[in-house]
């Protein structure tokens, strides 16, 4: 899955900076920027509905033929409705950035072409462009009308709060681990970037950034410059977030994102994500640019270079994974000692753990209170599931564990042979005798009897137990 996305994201960019460069060999170096970038390798990290790009260019591309006049405007308007739509349903965070980077495409290019057939040309690309989303937002409304009754985090709040994973304005040309030249050596700055490593994506390099430049100089006078740099500096300024940061200093200069993180679709929206279509713009920049004189060897050169920095640290082995599978769960032992479709806590807990995977190898068979998402929806305001990442009991540890048992009705909690050590103080005070179980200690709480003390009021429950010695 991974090697395809790569190479379709590859190939649909070199597709579109051949169509707008016209020079086979800059289209192969700014597929190459595109598709293995910073932003597709951080995120191959384990976010597959993020990181398969490809239809952001194959929807430019789409606008550029039409332009050209290769293809009809109810073709053109039909295949972009379903890219809209498949998009949607890749990601809905992506399908609303890709409407966001239209609009700051058709901005930029209102500003960069004065002429009068060129503003004709942006009326027409404009037109198709908005029949193609309300067609889209059509047939999708079902879904977006159940998104919008669909409370998301806490009393309809975002998930994510924005500054913790806005692009940080030094990672633009300071690597993170993910980048081989340079990674490892300015880690002890980039451990400083905002959010997580997937999402510290902005990097663009030395090589690139002075490529941008001699572009700039170069094609000063003509309106594609203008269009190119304008898109490429609005869309850098939108993924810097609410806020500046700068080397992991949050400095008190307001951004754009302020305002736009209050609209309803991207409030779910991560600004650092905005990077894939800085990487996409900077493809297409480094494309024309080398188009400008294909024979030159300083051109093609830089370009490699500008390769060389972005390539990927592949032996590092951060992109290989070989996740934790006991027999309990992998030769479906669990059947024999679980009844179906009891509800268990699985630790490592989340998003730290293997849980999903376990929960796919015994076919569903179990249900889980809590899987590999974020603190959201009923457990965002819960204490327990903060214990259970950080593996540190909170104060009144035994009262609020009896609470969450009690509330989401939990049957069972199990933890791996080789993690029981790491949440010692999280089970200890568990007053149940586990069982070892193919790799597994399973601590049963179904027939427990508990009783929990919340503000003075007694609060019973038939299946599980607490001992009140707070």
Not at 160 to 185: C, E, K, M, Y
Request: hydrophobic share 55%; charged share 15%.
């Amino acid at each position: 899955m991974a090697v395809f996305a790569m190479t379709f994201n590859a190939f649909l960019a070199f597709l579109l900076c051949r169509e707008i460069s016209g020079c086979t060999r800059g289209a192969i170096i700014g597929g190459w920027i595109f598709g293995f970038s910073p932003y597709v390798m951080a995120e191959l990290m384990g976010r597959p509905n993020v990181y398969c790009v490809w239809w952001i260019p194959w929807i430019v591309l789409l606008a550029v033929r039409y332009l050209k006049g290769q293809t009809s405007a109810l073709r053109a308007c039909l295949w972009i409705t379903m890219l809209l739509i498949l998009l949607f349903f890749t990601s809905l965070e992506l399908f609303a950035t890709c409407l966001l980077a239209m609009a700051v495409m058709v901005l930029a290019a209102t500003i960069s072409y004065t002429k009068v057939a060129d503003r004709r040309a942006l009326i027409r690309i404009s037109v198709i462009l908005v029949l193609a989303t309300a067609s889209a937002v059509v047939l999708l409304s079902p879904y977006l009308f159940a998104i919008v009754l669909t409370k998301s985090g806490v009393n309809g709040g975002p998930v994510h709060v924005a500054t913790d994973f806005s692009a940080d304005l030094a990672n633009v040309i300071i690597p993170t681990q993910t980048t081989w030249l340079g990674g490892r050596l300015m880690l002890p700055l980039s451990q400083h970037f905002c959010g997580f490593l997937p999402e510290q994506s902005a990097y663009l390099g030395l090589p690139v950034l002075l490529i941008v430049l001699i572009f700039t100089w170069e094609f000063r006078a003509k309106p594609l410059r203008r269009f190119l740099l304008l898109a490429w500096g609005i869309m850098i300024l939108l993924s810097l977030g609410p806020f500046l940061t700068v080397a992991g200093t949050d400095l008190p200069l307001a951004l754009p994102w302020v305002i736009i993180e209050r609209l309803p679709p991207f409030d779910w929206a991560l600004p650092a994500r905005l990077s894939v279509y800085v990487d996409l713009i900077t493809a297409v920049i480094i494309a024309v640019w080398i188009a400008g004189n294909a024979r030159s060897y300083i051109r093609l050169g830089l370009g490699l270079l500008a390769v060389i920095s972005l390539f990927p640290s592949v032996l590092t082995g951060m992109w290989m994974c070989h996740p934790k599978n006991p027999r309990f769960f992998r030769d479906d032992l669990c059947k024999q000692v679980l009844r179906p479709n009891e509800n268990l806590v699985l630790l490592p807990y989340g998003i730290n753990g293997d849980s999903m995977l376990w929960q796919a190898e015994t076919d569903f068979y179990f249900r889980m209170a809590g899987g590999y998402m974020e603190l959201a929806g009923p457990y965002a305001q819960e204490t327990i599931p903060q214990a259970f990442y950080s593996g540190t009991p909170p104060k009144h540890y035994r009262r609020q564990l009896a609470a969450f048992v009690k509330r989401f009705d939990v049957q069972a909690i199990i933890v791996p042979d080789a993690d029981k050590s790491i949440y010692r103080e999280l089970l200890a005070p568990i007053p149940v005798r586990p069982e070892h179980i193919g790799g597994i200690w399973l601590y049963r709480l179904a027939d427990i009897h508990l009783r929990v003390t919340i503000h003075g009021m007694a609060i019973n429950s038939p299946t599980v137990h607490s001992v009140n010695n707070e």
